[in-house]
Nanobody
């Protein structure tokens, strides 16, 4: 069955960096686009970034453009989200997604 397992969430200071990972299994990873989304406390789900199957095309929400970088390793069936210049408003549970499948999420908290 499809499994998506996020990791890397932590407490970070404003201006700091974190790298999230999402390990995928149960499907032909290299054929599918992948996305990151987040849900801040008391708010709805927000799409953050997406990457096409080959990895050459990436997309970002305006709120993270220039600060976050999505990437993928098809050999290791993993996607990443490098998050730099973190802001308190980046605090959220971050989820990876493909098609109708979602991981369990990883908590990112940005606070001094």
């Amino acid at each position: 069955q499809v499994q998506l397992v996020e990791s890397g969430g932590d407490l970070a200071q404003p201006g700091g960096s974190l790298r999230l990972s999402c390990a995928a299994s149960g499907f032909t990873f290299s054929l599918y686009g992948m996305s990151w989304a987040r849900q801040a406390p008391g708010k709805g789900l927000e799409w953050v970034s997406g990457i096409y199957s080959g990895g050459s095309d990436t997309y970002y929400a305006d709120s993270v453009k220039g600060r976050f970088t999505i990437s993928r390793d098809n050999a290791n069936t993993t996607i990443y989200l490098q998050m730099n210049s973190l802001k308190p408003e980046d605090t959220a549970i971050y989820y990876c997604n493909t098609e109708r499948y979602w991981g369990q999420g990883t908590q990112v908290t940005v606070s001094s």
